[in-house]
């Protein structure tokens, strides 16, 4: 090796790492996301990590944003990661900051605002309890995919315009539009679309 050329080499070595972080922020932000799931609200269709022990990890999903972004929107059983501080204006910056490198940088906490759930009802739709099961625009829901019938009623709910109406698969553990309303779809970061840990659960959950 030359030693003269050292500086060099380094430099474009240098050079090349920070346009890769460059790169992996910009994908992270805009494009594809790693998520972890915490808590028990989407069993059975995806296991959450305990935050009281070690012995339980989170399924690990991907979600891509980029769709949701350009104005695509939010159909029915799309699982998705919504930011549930919907009285809070989403800004392009927070896609930034959300990013798994900038928010470790900035040793930012943002697990608690972000919630994993699945779409069940869209603008306009009319979503009501009836006997344990959720009826949208008067017809029940065939949900294979719940935990258990719901134990708790709630009140009748219209999705107004540029929202939609968010539940946990696992009804009876799950905070959701229930409590906090009906999510404008600014607020939904992005869609499911692989789980990608464990390995022996690998599925794109469509």
């Known amino acids: 090796m030359n030693i003269k050329n050292l500086p ?12 890769g972080l460059m790169v992996a922020v910009i994908v992270s932000a805009l494009i594809l996301q790693p998520f972890t799931v915490k808590g028990s609200s989407m069993e059975p269709t995806l296991q959450g990590e305990d935050l009281y ?6 399924d690990q999903v991907l979600i891509f944003k980029s769709g949701y972004m350009v104005g695509l929107e939010p159909e029915y059983n799309d699982i998705v990661v919504i930011d549930s501080r919907i009285d ?16 470790t940088i900035l040793n930012e906490k943002h697990g608690k605002n972000y919630w994993i759930k699945r779409v069940i009802g869209k ?7 009836k006997r344990g099961v ?27 315009d540029g929202h939609v109406f968010v539940m946990g698969d696992n009804r009876n553990g799950s905070r959701d539009s229930r409590e906090i309303g009906s999510v404008p779809v600014s607020n939904v970061m992005g869609k ?6 464990p390995f022996q659960r690998i599925d794109n959950l469509n």
């Open 8 to 19: 060099k080499e380094m430099a474009s070595w240098l050079k090349l790492c920070v346009l």
């Open 53 to 58: 022990t070690d012995e339980k990890t989170g």
């Open 88 to 103: 809070r204006e989403r800004k392009m910056m927070d896609n930034f900051r959300e990013s798994p490198l900038i928010s």
């Open 123 to 129: 603008e306009g739709d009319t979503l009501e309890y």
């Open 134 to 160: 959720v009826f949208r625009n008067g017809e029940e829901l065939k949900e294979e995919y719940i935990l258990e019938d719901m134990l708790f009623p709630f009140e009748e709910v219209t999705v107004p």
């Open 192 to 197: 499911v679309v692989l789980r990608y840990f």
